[in-house]
């Protein structure tokens, strides 16, 4: 069941993402760490009613962070769509456990219908350079790779933006 987050869970929240970082770091791949996602920026997301969360059986397996909000390190990309009516995925994460049963496609799923539900023009996203399964996994839902951006204090490795035209 994917519903919104509530503050009551940003602990489970935050151990999802410190598991997710730790698995990540262990395959070579430096995308977050202890300080990112931070329990700031996830509970401002909480706030903002922007982080869904996939429970299963009580737990929380899973999290997405969708807004409307184009961050202004994504100004300068040349997107496909030209229009300011886009979702933007931020933080889709599965617990480590789970990963390769589908969890994430079906958190995909819900984002791709609740950007189509709002009459968003498409999808857009990033993921890190150095993270081949996650490049993989949205070149297979039809995300076209465009530009690279970067976050200096996250990696010197940049990180390629996506755009699904719906």
């Known amino acids: 069941m994917i519903n919104t987050a509530k503050l009551s869970d940003l602990q489970e929240i935050k ?13 070579g791949i430096h995308q977050w760490n202890e300080n990112y996602p931070s329990r700031d920026q996830l509970r401002a997301d909480i706030e903002n009613e922007d982080l869904y969360i996939y429970q299963r059986n009580n737990q929380i397996i899973g999290i997405v962070m969708l807004c409307t909000r184009e961050d202004e390190v994504y100004k300068p990309v040349n997107w496909i769509t030209k229009t300011t009516r886009h979702l933007y995925v931020h933080r889709l994460a599965i617990l480590p456990e789970h990963w390769g049963k589908g969890f994430a496609q079906q958190l995909m799923d819900f984002a791709e219908d609740f950007a189509r539900k709002r009459d968003c023009v498409s999808v857009r996203l990033d993921t890190f350079s150095q993270n081949q399964r996650n490049q993989r ?29 719906l």
Do not use: N
């Open 15 to 27: 151990k999802l993402t410190e598991a997710c970082a730790a698995a990540l770091q262990q395959q």
């Open 137 to 165: 996994f949205y070149e297979a839902r039809g995300y076209r790779k465009l530009e690279d951006i970067y976050f200096p204090q996250k990696s010197k490795h940049p990180f390629h933006c996506y755009e699904l035209v």
